[in-house]
């Protein structure tokens, strides 16, 4: 059986990243908890991915079009020795839902992930700021038709609803006054896609477009700038409270949608409370922020209790099958997979973001998780399964069907199953026998067991819980 | 007509641009020239495969070839050269083989199996002809060069992975010129390694950087008449020219201007206009991580621009000088230059 350290270990990878290999796994359980959080939290300890071999087959990054770019982040929460680096990226993308179908420009999409990675475990004014600067937001939400005098509301008012305060923590006047201070904030219009191709586009300030008059903003008052603006947001308690809570639904357990928050409460408020006072301890570092949470009881506690998005269930039985370790010509499938799962990355459905939870799961992707999942484990050759099986040859002698169920459920997660599906799958095994890998005339058919039980296994109600 | 002992070198002007984004072009990873002058440019991407046929004056001949794994068909083309009979020949790293088509793109035949022994390959990528019309191909995941008859027979193989002198680190581009002497872009060890046609080490020039005779991950090589070597400087967005001894001599960043294709297009369209004229045009005349680069014997020379969709010619102009033209060979340089 696994030990309770390996299991914690397979957790926090699961939720700081995309799930670990069984090696990796090991590794890292052998380092101890506290310094494992602390190379995830610091992810700069760590080279970034290589990404002169996804050019050379993938094509030139910053030119393709957005599902090759979702192909190739993929592949990135696969293999980047900086998981949590990744893992932010998809976090704000979530929260800053920004959709690439509205501007058909992925440069800009691509841009604002690469901005997400590289500032999301910055402070929280810093990634404010970053994000009423992206292009991709600013055509999103029609800040590039925010004039002095003919104000755009739209991003001010998703500023304050989706991006950091939530309903009921603000006024229509702090709208209006926050939509005034952001006049002006646009970027550059960047060449057109023919005849040659897409170019990114810029932030860029408009002096004569910006309304410069007096404007009072959550009880400030002043010549308010955009900056302005989000250094008093960043200072609420609402917004503490806000993003305490999104980063709970994320990486610790699922939340109501965000539409409920207003009148729901969390689900545990004592969790809120503690990532609350990290935030202001740190002066909204969200690095100090991730550390407490992933240090806290509350997380350490909260195994399977969230349901996998479509990029965690995918990346993650890469991780397992050790699909995808080099490019290939699948890449586009596994970017499909996760859209036909209802996660296309870069294109979330509305500036609300995917609902999460149950919400992911229906009669049709469903079907989609448990196909995708099945159809990668089912080849024995992967280097991931290979590994498992002759993982148990090692183990030398013959394993009993308990002792082989229990040492795939090991071997996938360590992944705990509830009584009815283990004792679907203790049938299962128990048709078969034994299992002994060693025996010459038995090894054949007993791949094929090991394999169909892992089929069984990622099939299962359970493994779609992170 | 043999080197010439040293050239004057007049200039290497810009002289045109052909072809644009999905109408005439779709990311260039390469070009071959056919007969008569005919473009034949390589396409690929994860979304479509194909080769497009344009005049040197932009007109679209049409196309062959289409994303796929059956014969005929591309999956990741990665090199095309065409054959004394303009036959042409299309390395493909994903099917692990060499497919021929006629010079109308009728598929004629295919060679190559997956594996690491002797003629089998593991995502070729370069290849070139030597005067034989011997085909060498940059074996990528290999880390050799392997020699095939026309049609698939294996002949010869050199190199290992690694970094040392005849060692590759996922070779791409791959060139002969006439002296039989074999030009490979050492891709991931960001230099040009130069061999006899059998194979044994000569020289090698280039290292990791963005400076001049520094490389970011050289994919495309081709060496002209004259001895001088074109380097596809991928990463770096541009072109580097050296001359037969590896000395750095100048580069090319991109000076594209609107294609005929592109004018065409442009004019139709009155959004796409009012854009274009609310926007800043400077680095659309640059080179977007180009794959290739070719030349012919007139001296054009031709880079399939990757990242911008279109192919940007210039043409070499010098004086050949014979050896009692020009001073002998001075050891160190000299302030004397008035």
Not at chain 1, 45 to 50: D, K, L, N, W
Not at chain 1, 90 to 99: C, E, K
Not at chain 1, 115 to 142: C, H, K, N, Q, Y
Not at chain 2, 24 to 38: M, Q, R, S, Y
């Amino acid at each position: 059986m696994a030990s309770d350290n390996l299991a914690l270990t397979a957790h926090l990878m699961r939720r700081a990243g995309f799930g670990s290999t069984r090696g990796e796994l090991e590794a890292h359980a052998a380092r101890g908890y506290a310094d494992l959080v602390e190379d995830l939290v610091n992810p700069e300890r760590f080279p970034e991915v290589e990404e002169d071999v996804l050019e050379r087959y993938y094509g030139w990054l910053e030119g393709v079009q957005g599902q090759v770019w979702a192909a190739v982040w993929i592949y990135r929460m696969v293999n980047s020795q900086r998981p949590l680096e990744e893992k932010m990226a998809l976090f704000w993308h979530h929260v800053f839902a920004t959709g690439v179908s509205k501007s058909d420009h992925p440069p800009s999409s691509i841009q604002q992930i690469k901005t997400f990675r590289r500032v999301g475990l910055s402070s929280l004014r810093e990634i404010l700021l970053e994000l009423s600067r992206d292009p991709a937001m600013v055509f999103w939400l029609d800040n590039n038709e925010n004039r002095k005098g003919a104000p755009n509301e739209n991003y001010g008012r998703e500023l304050l609803e989706l991006f950091s305060m939530g309903v009921g923590n603000y006024s229509e006047t702090d709208v209006k006054m926050a939509a005034r201070a952001f006049t002006g904030w646009t970027f550059a219009q960047p060449l057109g896609l023919y005849p040659y191709g897409f170019y990114p586009s810029r932030f860029v300030y408009r002096e004569e477009d910006h309304d410069d008059g007096v404007k009072t903003f959550l009880g400030s008052e002043g010549n308010l700038n955009g900056h302005d603006v989000i250094d008093i947001i960043a200072g609420q308690p609402a917004t503490a409270r806000f993003i305490a809570r999104h980063l709970y639904n994320f990486f610790v357990a699922d939340e109501p949608q965000v539409p409920a928050w207003s009148v729901a409460p969390p689900r545990d408020p004592e969790a809120i409370d503690a990532l609350v006072q990290a935030y202001f301890d740190s002066g909204g570092e969200m690095r100090s922020v991730m550390r407490v949470l992933f240090n806290s009881d509350f997380f350490k506690e909260s195994r399977f209790k969230r349901i996998k998005s479509p990029a965690e269930l995918v990346a993650g039985v890469m991780k397992l099958t050790g699909a995808n370790r080099f490019p290939d010509t699948r890449a586009l499938d596994y970017a499909d997979a996760t859209a036909a799962m209802g996660q296309q990355l870069l294109n979330p459905p509305t500036v609300e973001g995917w609902h999460t939870g149950m919400e992911w799961i229906d009669g049709g992707t469903l079907n989609e998780r448990v196909n995708f999942a099945v159809g990668q484990a089912q080849d024995a050759a992967s280097p991931g399964v290979k590994a498992i099986i002759d993982r148990l040859a090692r183990e030398g002698a013959p394993l009993s069907p308990k002792e082989f169920l229990d040492r795939c459920l090991d071997l996938v997660g360590p992944l705990t199953v509830g009584e009815e599906t283990r004792d679907a799958l203790l049938r299962h095994a128990s048709a078969g026998g034994d299992l002994d890998l060693n025996a010459d005339a038995q090894r054949e058919a007993g791949e094929g067991r090991v394999l169909r039980m892992l089929q069984l296994i990622v099939a299962s109600r359970e493994y779609q819980f992170a | 007509m043999g080197r010439p002992y040293a050239m004057l070198r007049a200039g290497f002007p810009y002289v045109k641009t052909v072809g644009m984004r999905r109408m005439t072009v779709n990311f260039p990873v390469d070009l071959a020239i056919g007969k008569e002058g005919v473009l034949h440019i390589l396409c690929r991407n994860e979304e479509g495969a194909m080769v497009r046929r344009l005049t040197g004056e932009d007109e679209d001949l049409g196309s062959f070839g289409s994303l796929g794994v059956g014969d005929g068909q591309l999956r990741w083309p990665v090199s095309i050269i065409a054959d004394r009979e303009g036959n042409l020949f299309v390395s493909d790293e994903a099917l692990h083989r060499i497919s021929k088509f006629s010079p109308q793109g009728e598929f004629l035949g295919k060679w190559g199996s997956h594996g690491a022994g002797d003629g089998e390959l593991n995502a070729p990528s370069g290849i070139a002809f030597d005067k034989d019309e011997n085909i060498y191909v940059a074996d990528a995941l290999n880390h050799r060069i392997q020699l095939f008859t026309k049609d698939g027979g294996f002949l010869a193989k050199w190199g290992s992975h690694g970094a040392g002198d005849g060692q590759f680190n996922m070779p791409w581009g791959v060139a002969v010129d006439e002296l039989g002497d074999v030009y490979v872009a050492d891709w991931r060890n960001d230099r040009i390694q130069k061999f006899t046609g059998g194979g044994r080490f000569i020289f090698k020039f280039g290292r990791s950087g963005s400076g001049e005779s520094e490389f970011h991950r050289p994919a495309g090589v081709t060496v002209d008449r004259d001895g001088d070597v074109y380097v596809a400087d991928t990463g770096n967005n541009r072109v580097q020219l050296f001359n037969h001894e590896g000395r750095y001599v100048q580069k090319f960043l991109g000076d594209a201007t609107l294609s005929k294709s592109a004018r065409a297009y442009m004019l139709a369209n009155p959004m796409f206009l009012r854009l274009r004229d609310m926007a800043v045009i400077d680095e659309q005349k640059l080179f977007r991580s180009p794959r290739s680069v070719r030349v012919d014997d007139q001296g054009f020379m031709y880079v399939p621009d990757y990242g911008s969709f279109r192919v940007q010619i210039y043409r070499k102009d010098v004086e050949r000088l014979r050896e009692d033209q020009i001073a002998a060979p001075l050891r160190s340089p000299s302030l004397l230059t008035a």
